[in-house]
Every structure is written in structure tokens, then in C-alpha cells.
DNA sequence: CGAAAAACCTGGCAGC
DNA sequence: TGCTGCCAGGTTTTTC
């Protein structure tokens, strides 16, 4: 589900929470992608949340001695229920609750994660990661030379989170249409303008997902409930067979490295 | 060593 | 209705 436009609006939906207290906790299921401390509750209980913010797709929640690191892998959502509601639903796994309200953890598919960790930078689930890409670092010098030496397609190159985080399926697809370049070219064949364009690609396409508040594909929702409006404007993910919005050709679909990927043969070259 | 494939899970849907 | 097989937005681990 969440790439990085998703984990960012689920982000900015809880964002009021900093500074709050967190009175206490329920784990239903420890069992995700990184299991849940085992004194989760004692450690979190009665401690107020210094801030909030997001690196690659993880939320991390800054306390004053440790850190809780949230992911929501491919299936998890953040919703925020009142404290009072005994609404529960199946793959609830971790529950914070505060004052008036409380903040839930779903995750059907259990890929995600949440953990509370000592420190930030070393952390191996941190320590590897590129630059994010709506950053200065993230630019056209930077992905040429890396790129000149690997022989991956580009298309996985740029989800690979060693390079540049944030990038998930959806969003390679689009940008490199946007970019008009093909996701079978080898990583290190892309000259520098067009390196250029796809840094300027993936920015705006992850942009404008923000600003939609993420791509509702099956079963992404915003902690606030809303579904995110961003695959009205998917040009071709999803798109097989349908017509090039840029051409009159028809959206390709194929594997790579497992993955489905959407381009138009015409005009991505 | 880097790159590709498998693995971790559950739910939904197409096809029989 | 119900079974089987396949697919899904991620990332780590294993294999080649």
C-alpha cells in the first residue's frame, strides 16, 4: 500500500499528537515484520511524545530516551478512534491511547512493523538509507553518478531504498512516463539530462501525491478516514492495454524483478 | 560482489 | 457455494 505520499499523509493526520501524552498501550498481536517489544507497554506507558517525523517510509516517534519506529509495510493503516470507542477491527495489532483519543495500528498483512528502538542513525533499518528524494541531495549529479555503475533496470534501481527512499512500484511507473524514459533501460545507459528528468520527475510526481493525500488503490486510507484521491491521476499504473494518455499507443505491462510495471512502449524510450 | 528470487502474511478476486 | 491459484502498494534474507 504506502509509499511514500501515503506513509507522509498518514504522517501529517497525526502530527497533532506530538507533545501528547501517551497514558497507555495495547498490543493484540506482537507478531508483525518486526516483533513488538515485550515490555512494549511498560517502556511507553506515561511518556509524552517529543515529536514526530518521517524518514523514508517509516513514522518514527521521538521520546526522550528512545525512539518508536512505525512502518506500515504493504497493507497497515493509522486511524484515530475516541478513546471511549470499543469499535474494534480484525488486524488491529497495537493501540495508543491518550487522553481523549487513541491511535491504532492495522495491518492485515502484517509487513509492517512497530518497535521501539535505542537509536536512530545507527540502526541497521536506517542506517543504509539514500537520500530522501524530495530533498536538495537527491538530484541529477547525484543519480547519474551512481547510476553510472550499476546494470539494474532503472525501474528497480530507483526502489532500491539504498539510492533514493520513498520510491515504490506505483510511483517508479509514473515517474519514469513522466521522464519518457523505458524501466527496462540499464541504470548506468541514462545520460545526464536524462537523469535530470527524472529527478525532476519523481519530485513532481511525489508531490503531487502528497497533495492528493496519497493513491487509495484497495485499501490505503488516511488516518482521518479519507481515502486518498491520487489514482484519478495515475497516467499509467494499472493502465494495461489502455490508451497512452501521452500517444496513441497502448500501456504495457510486464515483470520486473517480480514486480508489475506499467509503461508506454512509444513514448518511453 | 551485485542482482535476482524467495520469503514473510492475509484478503480479494477470477475461474472452474 | 466453495475450492484453487494468483495477485497486491515493501523490504529483508537467501540464492545464484
Partial sequence: MPELPEVETTLRAISSFSGKKIL??????????????????????????????????????????FYLLLHLGMSGTIRIANKSSNYFKKHDHVELVFKDQK??????????????????????????????????????KYLNHLCSSSKTSIKSFIMNQKNVVGVGNIYASESL???????????????????????KSIKAILRNAINAGGTTLKDFYSADGNAGYFKVRLKVYDRESKKCKRCDALINKIIQNQRATYYCNKCQS
Fill in 24 to 65: 497507555s498501550s495495547k498490543v493484540n498481536n506482537p507478531n508483525l515484520r518486526w516483533k513488538v517489544n515485550k515490555n512494549f507497554d511498560s517502556i511507553i506507558r506515561n511518556i509524552q511524545i517529543k515529536n514526530i517525523h518521517r524518514r523514508a517510509k517509516y513514522i518514527i516517534f521521538s521520546f526522550k530516551e
Fill in 103 to 140: 491511535i491504532i495500528y492495522n495491518d492485515p498483512r502484517r509487513f509492517g512493523s512497530m518497535h521501539i528502538i535505542k537509536d536512530l542513525d545507527s540502526h541497521f533499518l536506517l542506517s543504509n538509507l539514500g537520500p530522501e528524494p524530495l530533498s536538495k541531495k537527491f538530484n541529477s
Fill in 177 to 199: 512516463f513522466m521522464a519518457k524514459i523505458s524501466p527496462l533501460r540499464p541504470a548506468s545507459s541514462l545520460k545526464l539530462d536524462e537523469c535530470k528528468a527524472l529527478v
